[in-house]
């Protein structure tokens, strides 16, 4: 009974009995049917003995009792155990599932390396066996065997998402299988697991683009190809879900598989079921779709104004067949979620319509201009199925268009069918990316609703289904938004920008509708916070930000909507735009085909983390190449910009980091300025004891005055409210002063060291923080390493030092701090680098000079050693005369004429004479001969002497040292002439393209605009982070350019000497020239190759109808013809 009960509950909890459990049932078995026989014979006994009966029942009511507790006691035991077992079997099961994938994506690791089974199973050929075979239709016959294979090969291409308990479990059963042999070997069960075991630690494309080596891609078409009678839906979605997973992330190895696949033939009825499926789920979408009218009170609270009656009566009357109908069925009422369609689930052809527009989407993933346009045409296919056309208007069914309920999205699109019709506009998007020039024309020129539909999504209100669904309501707003962009992108004409234009009646109600989602999202508690609304594009200000991008785009051809877009600071929506106005940038790019472009984007917002002195330094730091543009060198500095920002982002989580990170120039400013006040002060009152005497003496009517005026500052400070510098300078200097009158030298000497050093130590946590070493980010965080590398950290840690040593040593060691003017002015730097930039010529000259010296040393040791007498004033002689330094104790100096003087021989030895020849002769401006013996004619060396005092004074004074100072003075010039150069550049120059601004004089568009808005060199800066911060998949087709080129690290997308706004007639009309020129050719090859395909198709057609008339030509004849021909051997 209890084995009973036990099993048929395993069976149905589907749990698989172990043995050692079902021995354990089978012994409690046994020892209940001994309870019962003990039972029997007691009631037996008990009529036996009568006398003990009372007795035997009492005992026997008892050991029952006891009997049906345990039995109780028992089941609820077993029923714990089963729930523990199901628990651990579905555990298990998970688990065993996931290994499964891992034996059929590495089953060679099954193995040891030496067995020969190993070789058999290693390179994916288990793999490549396994999809030959479903390929050959193998498991044609069981579709549950397919579908099983289906997904496990998808699958591989999925992360595997476990909890703990499962992921350990799943890690014991990879070494148990995997590494059996290693485990036994190591005597441990913390052996490490290869990395190719486990395809979800492998990368995604790795995996893509082995399975599409083992013929994945072609087991996909093959599949749909091959399928004689109809393929089972749910088969047919296996497929495309796996085609999906193939494609996930744009894969282009699997792309250009997929291009070859279907560029054969037999490709045609893959085509073919893609048509049909959409064919059909179009059928069912207006089968099921039944608008239903309610009155006003249904629809809100807002009442419907008569061009929505005469929309709903058109929608009615397209529809009232369908409605008569299904008359007899009961009114449905407005579903909860805002739809007022009857809408119930899906059919499994509209159900997989999702995978099939995501096929399509990820085919086109990364601009793929092949597939773009072979979705539109298929060239080598007879029959041709436009999929691009397909999906417009499936997406116009879907949203009503077909049903004469254009412009009433809400009583079409709810809540179930949104994720479909998202999925249409992205595949739409994708279509048109790139660009694919004809996708656009021929999604933008068709004649149906499909531009009007993605128009009044744009337009739509916020509140399209219900205030509870606003997430997909952006959704749908952002993903449309996107679609018109793509249609329009890079277009020089504006023939798709009018029809587009022609769908809106007043193209200002964009603007309309980003200032109502600026005010939606200001209104929540989220939009508060803007620091992340770039990053969520389902964020009202996030879709408001693609719709204002829009509507710029728009502009250029709508005169209306260009005048709004200046005047921003009219009207309402003032705010709105002006804040989307700040975030928007735009900048122009050259193509491949030497064609500028214009590109409209918006600014990411770690863009705003760049701080003033890092843009200043890099304006005037950038230096210009061979054409006049600075590009190359600003280029290269792209990528260090950019962690700079993330380091500054990172610090903005951080109050005290970013408190001291914004304000490091502030305290490297005071640190100056208190440098400069304690010189002032050493000046002045050194020494101390002196100086405190002079302070002593200073009246009470300055005192007063001091007070008064520091008063005074404070009060103009206050009112001023603006913390004016020379206003905070004079209160400082005052108060400085007041303290010195009221503590003495000494203690405002120190209060001001303690100051200077504090402040040093808070500037230099300041700037170690705004370099990233102190950065949580493990990415962008500087080690110490660097730190010794830094110009900048080691100039303020000398400082620190030298500002320590002033307040503890002497404070003498302060004038050292003064040199701070020199690292803080270009100009003086300019003084320094005269001498410094210049150094070889400097050196070499003075080395040429000390051996002039020698020589003439030489000279004058050898010939003229007796006229080198000089007068000196010795020092012992001084002492003699009662004064150490010439003067007395009053302060009264002896005269300059009673100085005991002595002449000394100064040329005794060689190293003597280069000493005085060195010293005396360059001092003196007429050379050596000035401090020597005046020489008499009568001299026996006299004209030696002439000669050696005139020599020494042409080729020392006026050669040398004129060609010493001529190589500083040259310098200094030609530096100041650079920093004049560059900020004529600056100011007359454009920093991107290098034109000038004599370039624009007479022109519609200012210099000041070219700078400011079309070559901002800052966009281009903020365009390069957008390209960092996107994904891929999310790129445009000019983004995807221009960040192929950044890879390759090429410029060549930059515009040099070039500017849409100076676009020459001469120009222009040889590039139209040239492009006219270009499209007729494409066109006649096009032409060529259609003329060659139809003659081809002709030959083939000619041939069959000869084969055919010869068949009928040879029936008709009679048979002695027959036979004679065949004799003859026809």
């Known amino acids: 009974m209890f084995k009973y009960t036990f099993l048929l509950l395993a069976k149905k909890k589907q749990v698989a009995i172990p043995l050692d459990l079902e021995e354990m049932l089978d012994q409690q078995q046994m020892k209940r049917i001994q309870v019962e026989a003990s039972t029997t014979w007691l009631s037996k006994a008990k009529q036996k003995k009568a006398t003990k009966g009372l007795l035997e029942k009492r005992r026997t009511a008892v050991f029952q009792v006891h009997e049906t507790d345990q039995s109780k006691e028992i089941i609820s035991n077993l029923q714990k155990i089963m729930d523990e077992l199901s628990l651990t079997s579905k555990t298990l099961i998970v688990a065993e599932e996931s290994l499964l994938i891992n034996i059929l994506y590495s089953p060679e690791l099954l193995f040891p390396s030496h067995l020969y089974a190993y070789d058999r199973s290693s390179n994916f050929s288990f793999l490549k066996g396994l999809i030959k075979h479903m390929e050959e239709g193998a498991f044609s016959g069981d579709e549950e065997l397919t579908l099983m294979l289906l997904n496990n090969l998808r699958k591989m291409m999925q992360p595997i998402e476990l909890e703990s308990n499962d992921m350990l479990l799943r890690n014991k059963l990879l070494k148990r299988y995997f590494l059996a042999e290693q485990a036994v070997a190591s005597n441990s069960d913390d052996v490490i697991l290869p990395m190719s075991l486990g395809v979800d630690i492998t990368p995604l494309d790795k995996v893509q683009c082995q399975l599409n080596a083992s013929n994945a891609s072609h087991l996909i078409i093959t599949l749909v190809v091959s399928s004689q009678v109809s393929l089972s839906l749910d088969v047919f979605i296996a497929i495309m879900k796996l085609a999906n997973a193939l494609l996930d992330q744009g894969n282009t190895r699997v792309q250009e598989t997929f291009l070859q696949e279907l560029c054969k033939s037999e490709s045609e009825k893959f085509f073919h079921w893609l048509h049909a499926h959409i064919e059909d789920a179009k059928a069912e979408l207006r089968n099921t779709q039944v608008v239903l009218f309610t009155d006003q009170s249904n629809f809100g609270d807002r009442p419907l104004d008569k061009s929505v009656q005469e929309a709903i009566q058109r929608a009615g009357e397209a529809t009232s067949g369908l409605r008569e109908s299904m008359s007899s069925l009961p009114p449905v009422p407005l579903s909860p979620d805002g739809s007022n369609v009857s809408s119930t689930d899906f059919g499994p052809e509209v159900k997989c319509m999702y995978d099939i527009l995501r096929f399509l989407q990820l085919l086109c993933e990364n601009h793929n201009t092949a597939l773009q346009n072979y979705l539109r045409r298929q060239e080598f296919s007879k029959s041709n199925y436009n999929l691009v056309l397909e999906t417009l208007q499936f997406l116009e069914c879907i949203c009503g268009g077909t049903s004469a309920g254009l412009g009433l999205l809400a009583l079409y699109i709810n809540k179930k069918n949104s994720f479909l019709v998202e999925q249409c506009l992205i595949t739409l998007t994708e279509y048109c990316q790139g660009p694919c020039h004809e996708n656009q024309k021929c999604i933008a020129s068709h004649e149906s609703n499909g531009i009007d539909i993605i128009v009044d999504l744009v ?260 009112l001023a409210r603006k913390p004016w510098r020379i206003l905070v300078i004079t209160i400082t200097i005052l108060s400085i002063a007041r303290c010195t009158i009221t503590l003495g030298v000494q203690p405002t000497l120190s209060l001001l060291g303690f100051i200077q050093v504090i402040n040093k130590i808070i500037s230099f946590i300041a700037l170690l923080s705004s370099k990233g070493y102190f950065n949580n980010d493990s990415r962008y965080k500087k080690t110490y390493k660097e730190l010794w590398k830094d110009v900048d950290i080691i100039y303020n840690c000398s400082y620190f030092i030298f500002c320590l040593l002033g307040w503890l040593v002497h404070p003498f060691l302060y004038c050292l701090l003064l040199f701070d003017i020199v690292y803080r002015e270009e100009t003086l730097q300019n003084v320094i680098k005269s001498v410094t930039e210049n150094y070889q010529s400097l050196l070499l000259t003075g080395i040429l000079a000390f051996i002039l010296i020698y020589l003439f040393s030489i000279i004058g040791f050898l010939f003229f050693s007796q006229d080198f007498l000089l007068e000196s004033n010795p020092y012992h002689l001084l002492e003699q005369a009662g004064s150490l330094d010439g003067c007395n104790v009053e302060g009264a100096c002896v005269g300059e004429d009673k100085w005991p003087i002595k002449r000394e021989a100064s040329c005794e030895t060689l190293m003597m004479c280069m000493v005085t020849t060195l010293k005396e002769g360059i001092r003196n401006g007429g050379g050596i001969g000035d401090v020597l013996r005046k020489p008499s004619s009568s001299d026996p060396l006299f004209v030696g002497r002439v000669l050696f005092d005139l020599l020494y004074f042409f080729f020392i004074i006026i050669i040398v040292l004129n060609l010493i100072l001529g190589v500083i003075i040259d310098t200094f010039a030609a530096l100041r002439s650079e920093k004049q150069e560059k900020e004529d550049i600056l100011n007359n120059s454009c920093f991107i393209c290098g034109l000038k601004r004599s370039d624009f004089d007479n022109k519609q568009v200012t210099f000041k605009d070219h700078v400011g808005k079309e070559h901002c060199m800052w966009h281009y800066l903020h365009f390069f982070v957008l390209l960092k911060e996107k994904a891929l998949t999310e790129l445009t087709g000019p983004e995807s350019y221009v960040k192929k080129l950044i890879s390759n690290e090429l410029t060549d997308w930059f515009p040099r000497r070039k500017a849409m706004s100076l676009a020459t007639g001469e120009v222009d009309t040889e590039q139209n020239g040239w492009q006219s020129l270009q499209q007729q050719l494409e066109k006649t090859n096009e032409l060529v190759g259609t003329l060659t395909k139809q003659l081809a198709y002709m030959k083939e057609s000619m041939a069959e109808q000869r084969k055919k008339q010869q068949r009928n030509r040879l029936q008709t004849l009679p048979q002695n013809k027959l036979q004679h021909m065949q004799s003859v051997g026809y």
């Open 459 to 718: 337009k739509a209100d916020i509140k399209l289904m219900g205030e509870e669904n606003t997430e997909i309501t952006m959704k749908l707003k952002c993903e449309a938004s996107k679609t018109l962009l793509a249609v329009m992108e890079s277009r020089a004409d504006s023939e798709l920008a009018d029809r587009i234009l022609l769908k809106m009646n007043q193209p200002t109600q964009l603007l309309d509708m980003c200032s109502q989602l600026y005010d939606e999202d200001s209104s929540t508690k989220e939009g508060k916070h803007q620091a992340d609304y770039w990053e969520d594009e389902k964020r009202p200000k996030a879709v408001g930000h693609n719709i204002f991008i829009l509507a710029k785009q728009l502009s250029h051809d709508n005169k209306e909507l260009q005048a709004s877009l200046k005047n921003l600071d009219e009207g309402s929506r003032h705010d709105a735009l002006r804040f989307y106005e700040e975030h928007t940038a735009q900048i122009e790019v050259v193509r491949e085909d030497g064609n500028i472009e214009k590109i409209i984007f918006p600014v990411p917002l770690v863009c705003e983390n760049l701080s003033v002195e890092t843009k200043q330094r890099v304006l005037l730091s950038t230096k210009r190449d061979e054409k006049g543009s600075k590009v190359e060198a600003f280029f290269k500095l792209f990528q260090g910009l950019y962690e700079e920002m993330l380091i500054h982002k990172s610090i903005k989580n951080y109050v005290w980091q970013s408190t001291l990170t914004d304000n490091v120039t502030k305290w490297l400013t005071i640190s100056f300025y208190l440098a400069v006040i304690t010189n002032i002060l050493v000046a002045l009152f050194y020494p101390l004891d002196k100086g405190s005497k002079l302070i002593d003496g200073v009246s009470m009517q300055m005192s007063a005055v001091i007070w008064v005026l520091l008063l005074f500052a404070i009060i103009v400070l206050w």
